[in-house]
């Protein structure tokens, strides 16, 4: 499990006031006159009658509800903390789910209702609800119950722990428990497992983390939402120059300075890897393209790797001296490839311009 999976940030409590809108002005009273009662909410679609043409005309002026067409697939995270709730989130995140982490239960059909009028933009709405939202705990239910009658498919997915293992991990980052309080790390599990009892029994999913590593987590929430498309890896090359130090996030790193540099050509030096005679100078210098062609055979094995191990991005840097010319086209040509393959493919060149 993560950091943050064992120590969620604190967060501070609201009390949600709700503000009638829309009732109808009340004009003076006559003295005598009896308060007028709070008026009815009629069952029925609201109407609005005009003129034209001497004609009446009704029109339906009810707010409009949640198109049904587009009603977004929703799943509800939540579990016992440490368990890993954060992990399970982003795993649905990488896989485009659209996160929201700490929504109090309350507003969860309001989300819902947003993502159905974003045109098709959130049509997977993933929500983490957990003990940090404490007075809002109370109106998950409600919640619940509201969206069922919209007609709104939703999972609940727990996060399960032994105590033992939940000790462990809280003790490894030395943060106390949401609900110790004043007392011991046990005393807050025993708080959190009465609170969340009701909830673990209406989980749809219930996934045991005591025994499992990160890596483990995310290929079983992959089982359960990924469907049959094989989880996407997305691929950042990096262009760079050793003189200006190594990219802090490359997951893997190669070096063109065994390639001859197109600085000491004149008619080149002014150009950078992205102008064709440089690059067809540097694909063309021996051991170039066997390089080019055994790195793209190496990547498609390591690619596979990452994706067993629940591994989304990888970020390649590619080197030379300056970062203008070598690593600019090698690159290009290693981006190409990859895209080929259908790895999703971005291309950055750090430092080209620094000189």
């Not at 094995?301 to 970062?323: D, F, S």
């Amino acid at each position: 499990m993560t950091e943050h999976d064992a120590h969620p940030a604190a967060e501070q409590e609201q009390t949600p006031t709700t503000v009638p809108t829309g009732a109808p002005q009340q004009g003076p009273r006559e003295p005598g006159e009896d308060s007028p009662a709070h008026p009815a909410v009629p069952d029925s679609p609201q109407q609005e009658v005009r003129q034209e043409d001497g004609a009446q005309v009704s029109t339906d002026v009810t707010p409009p509800g949640i198109p049904e067409a587009a009603i977004p697939e929703l799943v509800i995270i939540s579990g016992m903390s440490g368990a890993g709730r954060s992990t399970a989130a982003k795993c649905l995140e990488d896989l485009g789910w659209f996160v929201v982490d700490n929504l109090p239960p309350a507003l969860i059909p309001t989300m819902v209702e947003l993502g159905a009028r974003s045109q098709g933009n959130v049509a997977r709405i993933a929500v983490v609800v957990d003990v940090r939202g404490r007075r809002f705990f109370d109106n998950l239910r409600e919640s619940l119950a509201d969206l069922e009658t919209k007609g709104v498919t939703r999972r609940i997915v727990f996060l399960e722990s032994s105590d033992d293992a939940l000790v462990r991990r809280f003790e490894s980052v030395r943060r106390p428990h949401p609900l110790q309080g004043d007392g011991r790390i046990v005393d807050g599990i025993d708080a959190e497992r009465e609170l969340l009892r009701e909830l673990r029994g209406d989980a749809d999913l219930v996934i045991d983390t005591s025994s499992l590593n990160v890596h483990e987590l995310r290929a079983k929430m992959d089982a359960q939402f990924a469907g049959d498309e094989e989880p996407e890896l997305r691929a950042t090359v990096m262009s760079f120059g050793f003189k200006y130090g190594l990219p802090v996030d490359a997951d893997l790193v190669v070096d063109m300075r065994f390639l001859p540099n197109p600085h000491w050509v004149p008619e080149l030096r002014p150009y950078t890897g992205l102008n064709e005679e440089v690059s067809a100078y540097v694909l063309n210098q021996p051991g170039a393209k066997e390089f080019l062609d055994r790195y793209a055979e190496l990547l498609q094995l390591v690619a596979a790797g990452y994706r067993r191990e629940g591994k989304r991005y990888v970020t390649i840097a590619v080197g030379c001296t300056g970062g203008k010319h070598r690593s600019v086209a090698m690159s290009e040509k290693l981006a190409a490839r990859l895209a080929a393959e259908g790895v999703e493919t971005v291309v950055v060149h750090r430092d080209m311009g620094r000189e």
